[in-house]
Every structure is written in C-alpha cells, then in structure tokens.
T-cell receptor, first 112, second 118 residues
Framework: KQEVTQIPAALSVPEGENLVLNCSFT??????LQWFRQDPGKGLTSLLL?????REQTSGRLNASLDKSSGRSTLYIAASQPGDSATYLC???????????FGSGTKLNVKP | DGGITQSPKYLFRKEGQNVTLSCEQN?????MYWYRQDPGQGLRLIYY???????QKGDIAEGYSVSREKKESFPLTVTSAQKNPTAFYLC?????????????????FGPGTRLTVL
C-alpha cells in the first residue's frame, strides 16, 4: 500500500524567506503527484500537478519537483508572504487506478 | 461559474440516525470522490465513481453508502453503522485520463461538510 509522508508537520518562517516542503512516498509506481493548499475549514485548492514522466512544474512563486526513483517531491515557495499561510498537502495517484493517497500535510505560518 | 458545491456546510447527527451529504458538480467531470479528513490527518478515500450507476469502495467504506444516478451528483449517506462519523467530509471530481501522454486529471474539491455527532 502506498504511504505518503510530509515533513515537517508544521513550519513557521518570517515573511520573505524561501522555503521547501517535503513529500515522500513508498511506491514509485505512481501516475502523478499533486500539491494542494488548504485553508482552515475549507476545501483543497490544486496548486501544481506533476505527471510521472515530468521532473518539475512551476506556477508563479511555486515550483514542485518530482524524483520517482527516490520517492520524493518538494514544493519550493519563493519570497513567502503572510497570505501563503495554510496547510499544504501532497497526493499521489497510483498508476491508472482512481485512487489518490494523501499526506497529512505541512501547516505553514508566514509571519509578517 | 464552474465548480463543486457541497451542502450543508455544517451537519449534526444524533446517535442512530442516517444522514446524507450532498455533492454536485457542473464541471462535466466523469469521476467523483468522497474523502474523510480528521484533525491533523490527511484525506482518506471513502468511495469513488468513474461513471453513472457505478462506484467503488475506497479504503474506509464501512458505514457509508453512495449513489451515482446522475453524472453531476454523488451523494454520500453516513449510516448508523459508522461508529465514529464526526469528521470533515470533502467531495472531489476529476476528468478521466485518455491514456495518452497528456492528463487533465487534476482533482477539484468542494468546500466540505463538517459532520458532528451529538
């Protein structure tokens, strides 16, 4: 069974810092990996999706990388802002099956 | 506006009651999903459906039931058999991959329903 782990569970940084969130998974036979943002009491908003054949995806200040062989993905946030404060979750899709496995998230606090 | 709606936002259930959570999407997505989220934890898959009148159990289907009579609707019933139903429930949808080199299967989520057992 696919296990997805996110470290750290919580992170607090001053505004303006660049930061990296980590996601690791146990089974490298993935179809894609997706990063989401969740604000308190809200649903998930998709940030980036990386196909298994890709190495990275970028959107604005966000860059996500994927290394299938080592079972790792990172989400890089440049020049963090207080508005980036939220919980960030990664999800791995297993091959062609419609099953997604989620990590427990990293709760980010960006201090003004 | 295309998106996913869930209702109600808050739901209270008494012991022994069945309750139904609504999920509607107007994104013309084939696949729909129900997840449960407990505090400090990731999402766990309850049920998913790829097509009308067909659905599959996820990892924690016991005590839950679903139906998929219309493409845009995927209601979840939390039955009295679910012993610990207090949680945040999230509905999602996505397209199905064509099997080619390009996939558009980003999952889109609704705003969630918070269920509390009294």
């Amino acid at each position: 069974k696919q296990e997805v782990t996110q470290i750290p569970a919580a992170l607090s940084v001053p505004e303006g810092e660049n930061l990296v969130l980590n996601c690791s998974f146990t089974d490298s036979a993935i179809y894609n990996l997706q990063w989401f943002r969740q604000d308190p009491g809200k649903g998930l908003t998709s940030l980036l999706l990386i196909q298994s054949s890709q190495r990275e995806q970028t959107s604005g200040r966000l860059n996500a990388s994927l290394d299938k062989s080592s079972g790792r993905s990172t989400l890089y946030i440049a020049a963090s802002q207080p508005g980036d404060s939220a919980t960030y979750l990664c999800a791995v899709r297993r091959t062609l099956l419609l099953k997604f496995y989620f990590g427990s998230g990293t709760k980010l606090n960006v201090k003004p | 506006d295309g998106g996913i709606t869930q209702s109600p936002k808050y739901l209270f259930r008494k012991e022994g009651q069945n309750v139904t959570l609504s999920c509607e999407q107007n994104l013309n997505h084939d696949a729909m999903y129900w997840y449960r989220q407990d505090p400090g934890q990731g999402l766990r898959l309850i049920y998913y459906s790829q097509i009308v009148n067909d659905f599959q159990k996820g990892d924690i289907a016991e005590g839950y039931s679903v139906s998929r009579e219309k493409k845009e609707s995927f209601p979840l019933t939390v039955t009295s058999a679910q012993k610990n139903p207090t949680a945040f429930y999230l509905c999602a949808s996505s397209t199905l991959t064509s099997g080619g080199t390009t996939s558009t299967d980003t999952q889109y989520f609704g705003p969630g329903t918070r269920l509390t057992v009294l």
